[in-house]
């Protein structure tokens, strides 16, 4: 299946950020940045990959910071201020705000 099971290894997503094929976001040093993606990566496997909204299950799945990550950077990593959001229910989501 096409979903991403294993996350990938610390050292191959320094070198994506090396290549410019993933942004830092909100100034976070790499190593935050792997923080953060991995506790994303571990709650798309806790809850299947499937979006809380609507039931979609799939590797497009998103992780949606409930309390935005520019507002609260200290939340970033934070699970109990995540939602896994399909691409549709996602844009329907920051429409709200
Ligand atoms: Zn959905
Ligand atoms: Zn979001």
């Given amino acids: 299946m096409s979903?991403?099971?294993?996350?990938i290894p610390k050292h191959i997503f320094e070198k994506l950020i090396e290549?410019?094929?993933w942004r830092?976001?909100?100034?976070?040093t790499p190593e935050?940045?792997?923080?953060v993606y991995l506790a994303m990566h571990n709650f798309k496997l806790a809850n299947d990959f499937?979006?809380?909204k609507c039931g979609y299950r799939?590797?497009?799945?998103?992780v949606h910071h409930i309390e935005h990550q520019a507002d609260r950077p200290d939340l970033a990593a934070?699970?109990?201020n995540f939602q896994l959001l399909c691409p549709?229910?996602?844009i329907k989501e920051h429409k709200k705000k």
Avoid at 24 to 28: A, D, E, I, T, V
Avoid at 32 to 35: A, G, I, K, L, Q
């Fill in 24 to 28: 830092c976001k909100n100034g976070r």
């Fill in 3 to 7: 979903i991403q099971k294993r996350p």
């Fill in 50 to 52: 499937t979006c809380e």
């Fill in 19 to 21: 290549r410019g094929r």
């Fill in 88 to 90: 549709e229910c996602h």
């Fill in 32 to 35: 935050e940045e792997y923080n």
């Fill in 78 to 80: 934070d699970e109990n």
């Fill in 58 to 62: 799939g590797k497009h799945i998103t």
